[in-house]
């Protein structure tokens, strides 16, 4: 018996851009200045400019995998809504979480509505910022990974895709920042 799935919109520009895999190449090390960037804030409107936050206080990139507005990754998925749920936490720390997708604005905007995201969720459709953070692609959308960035904008810590460890835990990410 055959079901349906919805692929509307699956395949786009963006989709087929990112088709062929490209491993994660990230060399930033820790102690190292981030790519600086600026990208609309599609949860609370306006944009966020990375180095506006330096010497102000810590932020937290999770790139993630989102398809469409309908399809997820199956590993970022649960990833997000953990995020999501625990928002409050890093709020409570004076930690900026950025979630950072390559869905564009309309598809973001569904995202937010239909998960209730609390957090900011960025919207870098071109992937020129998911490039410069050297994160990888496979399968029609970059790959999900995260970094920390202490309140100076220097690396802490990073966490890029693998099969057997696809994302930091919040638990992690949030240990790493207290130990800033």
Known sequence: MLTSTDF??????????????IPAT??????????DFVLPNVTHGGTVKLSNYRGRKPVVLAFTRIFTEKQYCPFCFPHIKALNERYQEFCDRNIE??????TDKPQSQIV????????PLLSDSSCRVFRAYQVGQAIGAPLPAQFVLDHH????????????????????????????
Do not use: Q
């Not at 990230?26 to 790519?35: A, D, H, R, V």
């Not at 937010?112 to 957090?119: A, E, S």
């Not at 810590?157 to 240990?175: G, I, Q, R």
């Open 8 to 21: 509307g919109g699956l395949i786009s520009d963006r989709f087929c851009k990112n088709f062929f895999p």
């Open 26 to 35: 990230n060399e930033l090390s820790n102690g190292m200045l981030t790519p």
């Open 97 to 102: 979480l950025w979630m950072i997708t390559s």
């Open 112 to 119: 937010i509505r239909d998960l209730g995201l609390k957090m």
């Open 153 to 180: 904008g220097r690396l802490r810590y990073k966490h890029l895709f693998s099969f057997l460890d696809h994302n930091a835990s919040v638990e992690t990410l949030l240990k790493t920042v207290d130990s800033l």
